[in-house]
């Protein structure tokens, strides 16, 4: 029945884990944040215990009811000279797409079983989604760290909803990134220091959105690959890719004005454009200056 609403709701896969410390997590997420992988994301250090234990953000919990959202888009930018935006922001906001979404699953947990315990996680709190979603069932994480599903790719968003009903849990699945090592050869910063290593604070993601600094740190001078916010390259070259198939979330669908934008557009871009293109984005979290900088960065 949960599994079907899922669907119904626009999530194309749902799986269920028990609720309990990720033991196998913390020594990998203590020796991360030990080798200052997470840079300048100091929240990344915040809320340790949390983290590895979903039990103290929701009391009584028994389940973690993980959910995957597509975002692939049925177009990209048509200049190919223009700085690139990730494929996840070319729509709405995905937290408040899938913020209304959880709402509305809650409650109808809510009026089907009764009154449960319960919490929906997108992004905002200190949850493992990755570890999760790979626990319940939902895919491995491969070499660049993304989720990645066999039928599906990665192009897509993780939730959870974290609940006191207890559910069977999901058999976890077998990896299979197998001898690739393509999105290791192609990161153009070398973030990915090892198969399933992310140093974050060399990642464009992190670099063009999480970094506040006014300026970029030089070394990454000619390496950003023309990305302005977040990068897609690891998910591009991804093999398990081929099989990603565009949403059909329609608050995802992109402004048409966003994908015609040239790279004199972006380059001679004006606060108030940027208001009106971004208004409800995740493009807003990098702000009207950083979009500037990030751009101005590439140039040199």
Known sequence: MIKSKANELGFFYCGFSKADFLEEEAPRLESWLKQNFQGKMSYMENHFDKRLDPR?????????????????????????????????????????VIKDKLKEFIQFLQDEI??????????????????WAKKSGLGWV??????????????FFIAEI??????????????????????????????????????GSKCIS????????EILPK??????????????????VCPWNRFAQ???????????SLLDLTKS?????EKETFQNLFMNSAVKRTKFSGLKRNIQFLGK
């Open 56 to 96: 103290l953000l929701v009391e009584g919990a028994n389940t973690v009811v993980s959910l995957l959202l597509n975002y692939f888009p049925y177009e990209i930018q048509k200049d190919a000279d223009a700085p690139k935006i990730s494929k996840y922001a070319y729509g709405e906001d995905y937290h408040l």
């Open 114 to 131: 009764g009154e449960i315990n319960g919490r929906a996680f997108v992004d905002s709190a200190p949850v493992m989604d990755k570890v």
């Open 142 to 155: 491969g070499k660049n760290s993304n989720l990645i599903h066999p039928k599906e790719g990665s192009f």
């Open 162 to 199: 974290i609940i006191d009903l207890q559910i069977e849990s999901d058999e976890p699945m077998k990896d299979y990134c197998g001898t690739c090592t393509r999105c290791i050869d192609a990161c153009p910063t070398e973030a990915i220091v090892q198969p399933y290593l992310v140093d």
């Open 206 to 213: 992190y670099l063009t959105i999480e970094l506040k600094d």
């Open 219 to 236: 070394e990454f001078v000619g390496k950003m690959d023309n990305w302005m916010f977040g990068c897609d390259v690891c998910q591009d």
């Open 246 to 256: 565009a949403t059909t979330e329609d608050r995802f669908q992109p402004a048409f």
């Open 265 to 269: 557009d972006w380059e001679n871009l």
